[in-house]
């Protein structure tokens, strides 16, 4: 099972370029940093690491990505929790200085 992102910045209309992005895994111990990396040109990121069944976390550096720009944000980070059972999972954001949205792609 695999796992990828795309950012979007809704404030540009445009794909969010270099927003830092962990893959985190909840085990027994605590949460174990699987994978890290940033989005490309294309506001794209996918994860090389295979994930087993169970619950994951996307961690977002938006702080740094929004102070690159020189705009105020409120969020300096964005969580996102969710489990894999099966398959390929895509998870967007749509980010905002002061919003967000995600949801489960395909």
């Known amino acids: 099972m695999t796992v990828s992102t795309h950012v979007l910045d809704a404030t540009l209309g445009a794909p969010a370029a270099g927003v830092a992005v962990s893959l985190v895994a909840d085990t027994a111990g605590g949460w174990l940093a699987i994978e890290s990396g940033s989005t490309g040109a294309e ?5 090389e690491a295979a994930t087993d069944p169970g619950v994951y976390r996307l961690v977002f550096g938006t702080g740094g990505y929004f102070a690159a720009r020189g705009v105020a944000a409120f969020y300096p980070e964005v969580t996102i929790t969710f489990t894999v059972t099966a398959g390929h999972y895509h998870v967007p954001l749509l980010l905002s200085p002061f919003a967000y949205s995600t949801y489960r792609g395909s």
């Open 43 to 47: 506001g794209r990121h996918r994860f």
